[in-house]
């Protein structure tokens, strides 16, 4: 009779006793012996290894063979710590270190979740503690375990300690035990010991460190980058997870990113618009004449600044969705924008100009171009739900005044009615149906309609003044659209009972 597996089964258990039989065996114990031939219909074997006995071990827990057993255990260890890895959780992010005391006492096991990727973007939890600036409990993860030099699980390149501290909670953890590495140091400024790093180790110049970034990337002031550019450091070198160069990170620090320009960096007509430089501007515009049509975006291959292009960067420097002319204006650059409406394309002045709200120049712009918004290619008309996506609500309905498509596709290759369905922003639902939107469409990555994304967004998006789902959906639905099975739990409690009526009354 088979052996049963212990639901909170323990590899490390299993992994002793396989060890402790092959001793056994190897001594010539007979009842080891007995037990190795009914578990595997074989006599002592020849070599008594470990692997012998782990077979032995499989077979009488019911399995073909180690790995299988091996495999069935590890699962069940990850269903069994899950729960404790969320009370973990829970206990960093409300701050309760008597919580985590007495959880990691009671579970010893979760010592080794502590180095784990508990956190977003493969983040340990005393990196999280240490995002939050949460002192009392960083000290309490390391009294139970934690390693303040655990660096994040992130595939591109982990973050560190320091890589992210301002100039106070950096001293905190430097005297709690932090090591500066040259990425730290470059990002605290500290010139000093970028110094003393590069005189032992010059090839540090170039390291990856956090995001696959150089120290370069992470460069706070003037001095730091000028001594790095002096040993070496590359203007060309791009980082592992956005592509973008260290001027690219440094777009909103003026000093350091001229700098970089003046080393050789390649620019954009972002770093113009951000900075309000109508030089820049001019250069940006003769090495690539189509950037004001340029927008930045999360997706591979949309666009010139993507992730496989170099500017998914900026979705945190300057703004996600951006495009150049209203990021000048959101700099503060007003005469620089102005400067680019006039150089600009009719299409890109059309779409900068629903940003900006400037009606006066919207008209004049359509009555000399009639049929322009009907000819936007597919960038221009991203522009549409791009905004919804983000939440420029206003921009979303002068597009839609002025006769935007309604086919468009942005993130995720969402059409504007799935994106305000998702958003759950029925005024914005509305009017785009009353343009003659699909209700059904479901080309997008999820091959979902306006209906079932509305379904998903009443779980994930966080309640606000344009915020109705349940309006949404019956807007939805009075409009033709589908009603799809959903079950519980897979959409809110108003969304479902608007479903349960929509089909009594098909």
């Not at 170039?206 to 696959?212: E, L, T």
């Not at 291959?301 to 170099?310: L, R």
């Not at 008309?381 to 979303?396: E, K, S, T």
């Amino acid at each position: 009779m088979s052996k049963v597996l212990p639901t909170r089964a323990s590899l490390r258990q299993l992994q002793v006793q396989a060890k402790e039989l092959a001793a056994e065996l190897k001594s010539g114990d007979a009842r080891a012996i007995a037990r190795f031939a009914q578990a595997t219909g074989r006599t002592r074997p020849s070599t008594a290894k470990v692997h012998d006995a782990q077979w032995a071990i499989a077979r009488e827990y019911g399995f073909e063979n180690w790995a299988a057993l091996k495999a069935e255990a590890q699962a069940r260890e990850r269903k069994a710590i899950e729960p404790l890895r969320e009370k973990l959780r829970q206990a960093v992010e409300s701050g309760d270190t008597p919580a985590l005391r007495a959880l990691v006492t009671e579970h010893p096991a979760l010592k080794s979740e502590l180095k784990g990727p508990l956190f977003s973007f493969g983040a340990p939890a005393v990196m999280r503690a240490i995002q939050k600036k949460d002192l009392p409990m960083v000290d309490a993860l390391i009294a139970v375990g934690a390693d303040l030099n655990q660096r994040s699980h992130w595939e591109p390149g982990g973050f560190g300690a320091l890589d992210h501290a301002d100039d106070e909670l950096a001293a905190q953890l430097i005297a709690r035990g932090a090591k500066v590495d040259i990425h730290a140091a470059a990002h605290l400024g500290d010139v000093r010991r970028v110094r003393e790093i590069l005189a032992a180790k010059p090839e540090q110049v170039n390291a990856r460190g956090g995001d696959g970034g150089t120290p370069l990337h992470f460069a706070r002031n003037l001095e730091t980058a000028s001594l790095l550019l002096e040993r070496g450091a590359g203007v060309q070198i791009r980082d592992l997870d956005h592509g973008s160069t260290a001027a690219m990170w440094q777009v909103r620090n003026r000093e350091v990113l001229y700098r970089l320009i003046e080393a050789g960096s390649p620019i954009d007509i972002y770093m113009a618009c951000v900075h309000g430089d109508r030089e820049l501007a001019e250069r940006a515009l003769r090495e690539d004449p189509d950037c004001l049509g340029s927008f930045i975006s999360h997706q591979r291959g949309h666009g010139k600044f993507a992730p496989d292009s170099g500017g998914n960067y900026y979705n945190w420097q300057i703004g996600h969705a951006a495009r150049p002319i209203p990021t000048a204006v959101k700099f503060g650059h007003r005469e620089l924008s102005r400067f680019l409406l006039e150089r600009a394309k009719p299409a890109d002045r059309l779409v900068a100009l629903c940003f900006l709200d400037d009606r006066e120049a919207l008209n004049r712009l359509l009555q000399e171009h009639p049929a322009l918004t009907s000819s936007l290619d597919a960038a221009g008309a991203r522009a549409l739900p791009d905004a919804i996506h983000f939440g420029d609500f206003p921009a979303a309905k002068r597009m839609i005044e002025v006769g935007f498509p309604v086919t468009g596709h942005g993130v995720e290759g969402g059409t504007p009615l799935h994106v305000a369905s998702w958003m759950g922003n029925v005024d914005l639902v509305a009017a785009l149906i009353r343009k003659g939107a699909p209700v059904d469409d479901r080309n997008n990555v999820y091959q979902g309609t306006p209906l079932e994304w509305a379904c998903h967004g009443s779980l994930n998006r966080a309640p606000g003044p344009d915020t109705d789902f349940a309006a949404t959906a019956t807007t939805l639905i009075d409009s033709g659209g589908s009603v799809p099975e959903v079950e519980n739990g897979r959409a809110s409690t108003a969304i479902l009972e608007v479903l349960r009526k929509g089909k009594q009354s098909s």
